[in-house]
């Protein structure tokens, strides 16, 4: 398959509302992402960063507003349409199915994939995470947190999505865990691959980061290049200590 | 000795039926989270559709099964559609009550169709009894016919569930739906699929119920359906094979309660060792404790 290119964004996010119930939880925000860019959303707990995520996933319907992807709207699809587009989520908490088999969880990431296209990728993920390889058939509830970590990523990437998404994926691990992450974080995007990364550790991913927003309680503060984010002041103060 | 291996023969039937039926609480319960407590009435519509079938419209025993078991996956998907799906991000409780309003429902209008009195079921299965130990111990071929129904549900849909694409993506859906939904898994579809094989179970399950106990009426299925029910609490709620060692188990301290200790208290005596059990292991024989790993 030859890699379409796109001179607009591949994402493009625009003026979008999501409620839980009564709360007004994301309030107009509009984000791009062009392709083999990596764009990350950093902010406090709460500011919307997961919420965004899960909109753009499709597991989350926005009240106004509009999403697309590809230059398609996917505004009003579900995840099970989205997917199989090309973009794929790699959600906060790692949620990789516990009482299945490291081997499965890869399936599973193929599911709307032909069974030629799961085995091929299936290779990629074993050279990629060689780890997953050796624990190929234990149960993934007993792999470590990094473990589990490589494996939701993997999974993620079994969809073969033009634009991976990761929520989070720093999150409680170890810092020489985390350092391990964003390095295939960064190996990925020298593989072509396009990634929306949102992160509470704001210091790191900004330093893998091409672009970046600043989300404040449910609307985006600041945007720009990612160097230019690191140096500015507010953010320095309020997301980087210091 | 041969009375208790009859007894014992008897107790593994009823219980295969209960396991059949028990499959269908749980699967339903570990895919779409809730008590469906009108599959039991859906055992008594494949019950009646059977009997129509082979009583009315003279089809072969199979074919009247086969029929049976059409219209009750028909039904069990048409009932997930049109009273649970639009309640997906509804309370439990409203899910429940619905599900008791369903039974009353299916209950009501087989009233209307097939009248209150109770139909004597045929024969349908037609195996005659095998005489073992020189005549010492007589089985009815609906009990084998049964028990090898029982063990065939059972290693089918292991299989199912182990190896078929579906059959992963419904353990995907059972233990995290959101995750299932970004594997680019068809959520509402795969519930459907559940209700589709759980009431095509119960197609089955009303078919060697009435062949084992051929008095058909509106409210056959209730009692089954909560002593079923009860077998997949008993075995962990969720588990497949729970379902079928709490469904055997069952039947056989039910028979062998009512021939030893009771007959009026044999239902008591089938809720005590319940509540026992859930008292010792609150998550049933074979259910699973939820883990955390942080």
Redesign the interface.
């Known amino acids: 398959m030859t890699k379409q290119e796109y001179a607009g964004p591949i994402l493009k996010v625009e003026d979008i509302h999501v409620y839980y119930g009564a709360i007004h939880a994301i309030k107009g925000i509009s984000l791009e992402v062009y392709q083999d860019e990596i764009v990350t959303l950093i902010g406090a707990n709460g500011a919307g960063k997961s919420t965004t995520l899960n909109t753009i996933?499709?597991?989350l319907k926005p009240r106004s507003g509009s999403i697309e992807f590809c230059e398609k709207p996917i505004t009003h699809l579900?995840?099970?349409k989205?997917?199989?587009a090309g973009l794929?989520?790699c959600?906060e908490g790692r949620?990789?199915?516990?009482?299945?088999t490291v081997r499965?969880n890869l399936?599973?990431?193929g599911?709307?994939r032909t069974p030629e296209e799961i085995d091929e990728s299936m290779e990629d993920m074993f050279q990629r995470f060689p780890r997953l390889k050796e624990r190929e058939k234990q149960i993934a509830?007993t792999l470590s947190?990094g473990e589990?970590q490589m494996l939701a990523m993997a999974?993620?990437l079994m969809?073969k999505p033009r634009l991976l998404m990761l929520d989070e994926p720093s999150m409680?691990l170890a810092p020489i865990l985390v350092e391990q992450i964003f390095g295939i974080i960064q190996e990925l995007h020298g593989a072509g691959v396009t990634i929306l990364l949102v992160e509470q550790n704001a210091q790191m991913a900004l330093s893998v980061a091409d672009r970046a927003y600043v989300l404040e309680t449910g609307s985006i503060s600041m945007s720009g290049p990612a160097q230019e984010l690191a140096h500015n002041d507010a953010v320095r103060k309020a997301y980087l200590g210091s | 000795m041969m009375a208790f291996l009859s007894n014992l023969v008897n107790g593994i039937s009823l219980g295969s039926i209960y396991a059949i039926i028990a499959l269908g609480y749980t699967m339903v319960y570990g895919i779409a989270k809730m008590l469906n407590f009108a599959h039991g009435d859906v055992i008594m519509v494949g019950a009646y559709i059977a009997f129509c079938a082979a009583q009315y419209w003279g089809f072969p025993p199979v074919l009247a099964l086969l029929v049976a078991m059409a219209v009750c996956t028909l039904l069990g998907v048409t009932i997930e559609k049109l009273a649970y799906a639009p309640l997906r991000q509804a309370t439990s409780l409203a899910v429940l009550i619905t599900a008791i309003g369903m039974s009353y429902l299916l209950q009501n209008l087989a009233l209307l169709i097939w009248g209150a009195n109770p139909k004597v079921f045929p024969d349908l299965i037609g195996l005659g009894s095998i005489a073992l130990f020189d005549g010492q111990l007589v089985v009815k071929g609906a009990t084998l016919v049964t028990i090898a129904a029982n063990i065939v549900i059972m290693v089918a849909l292991t299989l199912f569930t182990a190896r078929t694409?579906m059959g992963?993506?419904m353990?995907?859906v059972s233990?995290?739906r959101?995750?299932?939904?970004?594997?680019?898994?068809?959520?509402n579809g795969t519930i459907s699929l559940t209700f589709a094989i759980g009431s095509f179970l119960a197609a089955i399950a009303g078919f060697l119920l009435c062949s084992s106990y051929p008095v058909l009426q509106p409210t056959t299925g209730s009692m089954p359906g909560i002593k079923a029910f009860t077998a997949a609490v008993f075995g962990g709620i969720g588990s497949i094979p729970g379902a079928m060692v709490g469904g055997v188990l069952l039947g056989v301290i039910e028979i062998l309660g009512k021939a030893y200790i009771s007959t009026e208290l044999g239902d008591a005596i089938v809720f005590a060792v319940l509540i026992i059990v859930l008292l010792v292991r609150p998550t049933g024989l074979m259910g699973?404790a939820t883990?955390e790993?942080?």
Request: glycine share 16%.
């Open positions: 996933a499709g597991l579900g995840a099970s989205i997917v199989p794929s989520l959600p949620r990789v199915f516990q009482q299945m499965e399936e599973m990431g599911f709307t509830g947190g589990q999974r993620a969809s409680g | 694409k992963k993506a353990r995907c233990e995290d959101g995750a299932a939904e970004l594997m680019g898994i068809h959520v699973k883990r790993k942080v």
